[in-house]
Every structure is written in C-alpha cells, then in structure tokens.
C-alpha cells in the first residue's frame, strides 16, 4: 500500500484508509463486534494504517471497536476521531444537538481517549462547526491538548472555507473531512483550492456514494429499516433509477481497466490530487480487499478526460442528506 502525506503536515498514512462507521451505526443493525475486530486488523495485515470513527458512531461502540482492534499496533497507525455533537439530555438516542464549547472539547478528548485505550489521538476533528462557539476558541481547545501531548493533529468536518481560515490561523488545521465522491463534487468549488493555498490534507468520506458507486444498488434493493439510506433524498428509488448512468460510466472504464466500478471510482478520487486519502468503509473482507485494490488501478489523463466529459453530461437526482443534516454543513 502506498503511502500519502496529508497536506505539508508529517502525518504520513496510507494511501486508503478505513471508515469504520458502518461497522457500529448508520447502515443497519451493527455488525459482530469480533467479526469487525477481525476486519480491522485484516486491514492493518493488508498495509492500512488510518482509521476513522467518531464519539457519535454508535454512540461510544464504534471507538471502544477500533480501540480494541488496534491495540496491539497502535504505533503502526493513525487514529482519527472527533468531537462537537451533545447527547440527548433525556438519554435518548439523538445528537443533533452541537457542543464545541472548549470545556466540552476536552471531557470528549479524555472519553475518546479511555475506548480508544491510547495515550494520544492522533487526529482529532470538529465533527460539525458549531455556529454557537467561535471557531478560534475551538482551534484554542485543541492547541492546548496538543500541547498537553493529548492529540497530534486537528481536522474540521465539513466546514466552510472562512472557517477553515479562521481556525487554521489558531492551530494550524493538518486535514478536512467532507462527503467527495465522483456523485458529490461540491468540495471541487471552493474548499479544495483553499486546502491546497494553506497545505492542508483532504479526506472524502463515503466515496462510494454510500454504496451506490459499486453498482450492487438498484432502484429495487430494500434498505433495512434502522439504514440511514432510507432518509436520503439521492436514494429515493426514482433517484436510484436516473442515477444508474453515473455506474454505467464507472462500469465501462471498469471493464476496460480489468477492475470494478469501486476500483475506478476510489482511483478517480486518488488521481484528483496527492494529499487526498479516502476512507471506504465496509463490513466484508471481499469488499475491504476490492477497496484497497484501488490503489493499483492507474487512470491516464485521456481516462480522467474521458471520465470528465461523461459525466458532466450525467444530472444526478436527490440531494445528499435530508434537509436538517445538510444544514449543518459548509458553515
């Protein structure tokens, strides 16, 4: 597996990651916990060492998952986790709620740190900027447990592109997550040039489209009913249908590269620039292995060209997320 560095930062990780998310929460009933255990460290076997959850993925499973996992390599790999949503203070199973004050920041540092069972996050990121709290204080937060030698690296989660400045003059911001896939090119407008000015990492989380990029979902497969898909506009089955043409186009470069539309579609990110790194999550070894098989597919310029001019051509259907989530986005 080849290695990335994430923007001018020394934060060295492969070239794909793995989001482990689904693992825990959003697709379905969680997976077996030995099961992902077993995937996790198959992953590390096959040259993976950046790994990404979240407070929030369960909540608190998903961390006590990869802690575990990990534990026995924890200084082959990077970490990466984050902060900023509040629990529901009825003990519900809500967070929609945001805290990033500072003084919340660091009883999440502390939490994250116990399920993680390390002594360091190596990358800590504000899940979702809380338009209640100045980013500078955030930036603050996490400076002073960087320097407590508590975290290594701060990150934002789908900011806007002020925000990015703002923070980045407090504590210099080493990577940004945000949904990029070849079905959500938004990032493309503005937050990419930006993270390229200021030498800061990318890292696109559901670059398979949640899925829909493997050609394995039609517009007659049924979601089970705790799958977050069942509430995103993109996923309607009408949508489903009109968005066929993007996986035909990934289809046909597949077939004439020997590899799968995933192949192709997790490549075309990697070609895009140097300091993007990925992070498909999976719950099956076969679909670890297909993902990671990416990393070997080489798309030319006259593909990248090709790929470019079909799609542009393509008019997807649906919005990414339902109307309250999409609002706490690019803020």
Known sequence: MQKRKL??????????????????????????????????RGAVDRGVTFFDTAEVYGPFTNEELVGEALARVRRQVVIATKFGFAPDPKGGPGWSALDSR???????????L?????????????????PNVPIEDVAGAVKSLIQQGKVKHFGLSEPGVETIRRAHRVQPIT????????WWRRPEQEVLPALEELGIGFVPYSPLGKG????????????????????????????????????DLLSSVAERKKATPAQVALAWLLAQKPWIVPIPGTTKFHRLEENLGAASVELTPDDLREIESASSKIKLQGDRYPERLEQLTGR
Request: overall charge neutral; charged content about 25%; proline content about 5%.
């Open 102 to 112: 500072p003084e919340h920041i660091k009883e999440v540092a502390e939490a994250s």
């Open 212 to 247: 829909f990029l493997t050609g394995k979902i039609t517009e007659n497969t049924k979601f089970d009913s705790t799958d977050f898909r069942n509430i995103v506009p993109r996923f309607t089955p009408e949508a489903r249908k009109a968005n066929q043409a993007l996986v």
């Open 7 to 40: 923007g001018r930062s020394n934060l060295e990780v492969s070239a794909l990651g793995l989001g482990c998310m689904g693992m825990s929460f959003g697709y379905g009933p969680p997976a077996g916990k030995y099961e992902m255990i077993s995937l996790i």
């Open 114 to 130: 116990k399920r993680l069972k390390t002594d360091v996050i190596d990358l800590f990121y504000q899940h979702r900027v809380d």
């Open 175 to 182: 990577a940004v997550q945000s949904e990029y896939s070849m």
